[in-house]
């Protein structure tokens, strides 16, 4: 049972080139989440999923976008870096959001992202 | 005003030492509370949820205070190995499902 996987771990890029962010669980979670994390700005939520084939903003959405085919897999996508996407991304998903101990997420190692 | 608000820290302390996190939350609304922790370059995990009547778990304790909007993190014996930072989470139900809002932490650094 590997929880929830990111790919890559590392990744640099240009400004104005694209990429692709990979979360997979094998926890057959209905829910998922993609976070970033910045010094001093604690974690905020970028986008997340209710299930497969929905998807919905989070706190800060501009400049990515997400698609959930598989139940199993969220991918963030940024179509166009630019510095300020410069940070930590994690993936998080939970069985459900309605109350209980169901709702806890489980996080992913984390995607270190550099734009330069 | 921030939604979730923590002591700034660092904190540094002793082996041994009794160490405490405070934390206030905005929305009072907000109907989840958690404490989670973070280590360096990894990624947060549940330490434990926070009851309305407060929980225990080991050397860990936690309080919620609705009335104040305030939530407490109490650590006993502090280890080498508690040394992390601690993130204040809530939770607000409907509107924005799956929600967690998370403080931006404090950092506790165990001496020997």
């Known amino acids: 049972n590997a929880g929830v996987t990111q790919t890559p771990k590392f990744r640099v890029l240009k400004t104005g080139q694209s990429m692709t962010l990979l979360c997979a669980q094998d926890?057959?979670?209905?829910?998922m989440y993609w976070y970033r994390q910045d010094p001093g700005m604690g974690l905020r939520l970028i986008h997340y999923?209710?299930?497969?084939?929905?998807?919905a903003k989070g706190e800060v959405p501009d400049g990515y976008n997400v698609s959930r085919l598989k139940k199993q897999n969220f991918l963030l996508g940024l179509e166009s870096a630019a510095p300020s996407q410069t940070s930590v991304y994690f993936c998080?998903?939970?069985?459900?959001?309605?109350?209980?101990?169901?709702?806890?997420?489980?996080f992913g190692p984390g995607t270190r992202l550099t734009v330069l | 005003r921030k939604e979730v608000e923590q002591d700034p820290g660092p904190f540094n302390v002793p082996e041994g030492a009794t160490v405490a996190f405070n934390c206030t939350y905005s929305?009072?609304?907000?109907?989840?509370f958690f404490w989670y922790r973070q280590d360096c370059r990894k990624e947060p995990k549940l330490l434990m949820s926070?009851?309305?009547s407060g929980n225990e778990d080991g050397r860990f304790t936690a309080q919620l205070n609705r009335a104040s909007q305030y939530i407490s993190l109490l650590i006993r014996d502090s280890k080498l190995s508690d040394s992390a930072t601690y993130l204040c989470?809530?939770?607000?139900?409907?509107?924005?499902?799956?929600?967690?809002?998370f403080g931006k932490g404090t950092k506790l650094s165990v001496k020997p």
């Open positions: 998080a998903s939970s069985y459900s959001s309605s109350g209980g101990i169901r709702d806890t997420q489980y």
């Open positions: 926890m057959n979670h209905e829910y």
């Open positions: 999923s209710v299930g497969e084939g929905t998807t």
């Open positions: 929305n009072s609304a907000s109907q989840s």
């Open positions: 926070v009851y309305s």
């Open positions: 989470v809530v939770r607000n139900y409907g509107g924005s499902q799956g929600n967690l809002i």
